[in-house]
């Protein structure tokens, strides 16, 4: 495990207001791309492919409470994959950084989500919690005594994000059960390796299940805006996790929340986020707050299309980029003095 030396140093984070006239950008984002129609709906899961394709709400949340919507904001569709950073946050917060870390790991696999080579490749490892593999383990981790007391707490868990009661959609989950044989293998195989202690297949049903949870495009905001707010939920006000489960939630979604086009999506968009192929995806502005979209129409890495093109348009409108900067109007006329660079013969 990487050794950073600073358990006694204060975390500090830097936040800043977002800009006026958000409710104006959210509805230019959302109007730019709702006659998009490109991507399709995905159909591995049967109960998905009877998506209206031409669904789309865009939300954004911000960290004061207030919330922005436009579209199809308050159109239901399950959570998917999109769990996996939540169920990640609250296992961090029952049972602490370093004992997920040291089960699940937090490394990109640069292969697909459900891929079995990666656990192969890695020794049994599943590498990182956003990738099916991590997610089943992470879910095993949730402290209960029983599945069905583990899918209660993950279950009040992301309603808790949510700031309100989320339920099981049960035609997503019996049409999932029919087709998640390859994720059955997947706990197998963990199981094999020493990463499961508990029974492969009821940890299995409990990660469809936690799939199959049905929220809105203004849920997926608020719960990412819950994570930007260091835990504390800004509609409700509560507390959901600490500040530091959140920054290690965030830091694993800029580097594993999108798969394997994770750096492709940082380079272009600067913001940790998670998909789901029902079409939601979530990014968060730590500090800020986060957007929520749905939209079911899906690129070849079952990535929401005009999702992603909405959270880039919102990224450069509103200053999202983690990585953007510009120069301070003072740097721009008048550059400090630079001491004289060391001559020939007193360099090291």
Not at 57 to 86: E, M, N, P, T, Y
Not at 143 to 150: C, D, F, I, K, V
Not at 235 to 262: F, H, N, P
Not at 278 to 293: L, Q
Request: hydrophobic residues 45%; negative net charge; contains cysteine.
């Amino acid at each position: 495990m990487f050794e950073a030396d600073v358990a006694d140093i204060a975390q500090h984070a830097s936040t800043g207001a977002l800009p006026a006239r958000l409710a104006e950008t959210v509805a230019a984002a959302y109007e730019r791309y709702a006659g998009l129609d490109e991507g399709v709906v995905a159909d591995y899961i049967p109960i998905l492919a009877e998506a209206d394709p031409a669904h789309f709400g865009l939300v954004v949340a911000q960290v004061d409470g207030a919330v922005h919507r436009a579209g199809d904001a308050g159109v239901a569709f399950s959570i998917q994959s999109i769990s996996k950073a939540f169920v990640f946050a609250l296992v961090c917060e029952a049972i602490g950084h370093e004992a997920v870390h040291e089960t699940v790991g937090v490394n990109n696999t640069g292969l697909p989500f459900n891929s079995v080579m990666a656990i192969e490749l890695n020794g049994g490892s599943p590498m990182n919690p956003m990738v099916n593999a991590g997610a089943i383990a992470t879910t095993a981790l949730v402290p209960a005594a029983t599945p069905a007391e583990q899918w209660e707490l993950v279950r009040t868990g992301l309603s808790a994000f949510a700031g309100r009661e989320l339920a099981l959609d049960g035609e997503v989950y019996r049409s999932e059960v029919e087709t998640n044989q390859r994720n059955q293998a997947i706990g197998r195989l963990l199981q094999s390796y020493g990463r499961l202690d508990a029974d492969p297949l009821a940890v299995v049903d409990v990660y469809t299940k936690q799939c199959a949870l049905s929220v809105t495009a203004e849920d997926l905001a608020v719960m990412g805006a819950t994570l930007a707010d260091g835990g504390v939920n800004p509609v409700t006000g509560a507390r959901v996790v600490s500040a530091e489960v959140c920054r290690d939630t965030l830091a694993l979604l800029a580097s594993c929340g999108m798969y394997e086009r994770s750096g492709e999506w940082l380079f272009e968009i600067g913001l940790p986020a998670k998909s789901g192929v029902a079409g939601g995806i979530v990014a968060v502005a730590p500090g800020k707050g986060a957007v929520g979209a749905y939209s079911p129409r899906l690129d070849p890495a079952g990535n929401s299309v005009r999702g992603q093109r909405a959270c880039a348009y919102l990224s450069r409108a509103l200053g999202l980029n983690l990585f953007a900067s510009t120069a301070a109007p003072a740097a721009a006329s008048v550059r400090p003095e630079t001491s004289a660079p060391p001559t020939e013969g007193s360099r090291a």
